[in-house]
């Protein structure tokens, strides 16, 4: 089932305005690469118009490459159409989306063990979309891998319910649309309680495809007693001079991923040079790091101990002299 809301009179406004709309330009082209910084939860603030969001001194955090690519080289592509759009982030699941005139779809996910498809697939965005559109989808989830299937029950509602200037790191951007989702998921075990509940809020504006700020947040879970999750992550401003430009990490080799008391990571030949490796936790605040001394070119594998952090997502990150060099995703059970 789906509904969509569009406020009595907003039509006739956007007929003489075009501030803060979204339209085709919000959809992704294949081959493009962004980059975000995962940096430590901030407040998204409050729903309204003509607001001053002031977010310019966000640190640049870890800087992780987002890349749009086919069904030709992604994982899992057999069970979502040829035409899916591919979203791949390192140590994620491949997101997959598909593109309409009106709407950017999200399919579901693929991961080496499990596979998640949506039925109906869920709007992320809906176009036009203006202040106050809202609209919402409710269907299933259906997961299956690891020789197991589960059939779960989905509610996701959007509304775009502020407008205004974003005051970023590299300047600010006028006209920008914040989008608040709500994503509920439900077991049939326990239908009146949210198996997965998460609030996201983007800021998009019609200049990239990209929302401009994203920030995350899972509720304390009164059942199982999991604890509230934030995250926050910035678009580089690379996407202003052309998403070319953007700095790419080295893709860094884990395993075993997930882990449980230590993991290995292959760290590539490099020169003399004194540099750090960082594990970041899913706020991005630096939960562990290493001394790694290169005295001359060459290669390490090295295994570390992280029997004493809490399981969860994190980010690793080798960082040099001169900066970030290379990062992975890692999860700690």
Known sequence: ???????????????????????RNALPATGSVYGYHDTPYLSPGRAGDGLQWDFADLPSGTLIPYAWTTTDIAPGAGAFPHAARVLDVIGQPAQYFQAT??????????????????DPPLRILHLPCAFQSAWGD????????SGRVAVLRVEFHTMADARGTLN????????????????????????????????????YT??????????????????????TKRTLRWLDGSWRDGPENLFRPLKLRVYPD???????????????????????????????QWNVEFNSSQSRTINYDVSDLASGHYTVVWVGTNGTIGNARLEIQ
Request: aromatic share 8%.
């Open 1 to 23: 089932m789906r509904w969509i809301l569009i406020p009595i009179g907003l039509m006739a406004a956007l007929s003489v305005s075009a501030q803060a709309l979204l339209n």
């Open 206 to 227: 019609d200049q990239t495809p990209m929302p401009l700020l994203v920030t995350t947040e899972r509720p304390t879970d009164e059942l199982t007693g999991r604890s």
């Open 168 to 203: 970023m790191p590299y300047g600010s951007i006028r006209d920008v649309l914040r989008l608040r989702s709500e994503l509920k998921v439900y077991d049939p075990a326990h239908p009146d309680h949210a198996l997965i509940r998460e609030v996201r809020n983007a800021w």
């Open 258 to 288: 997930p882990c449980d008391d230590n993991f290995w990571i292959v760290l590539p030949e490099r020169n003399a040079d004194h540099t750090l490796l960082q594990l970041i936790d899913e706020t991005g605040m630096v939960s562990k």
């Open 138 to 145: 409710t269907g299933v989830a259906a997961i299956t891998g």
């Open 101 to 118: 005139d009106t709407a950017l779809l999200w399919l579901g996910w693929y991961s080496d063990t499990t596979l998640l498809r949506f």
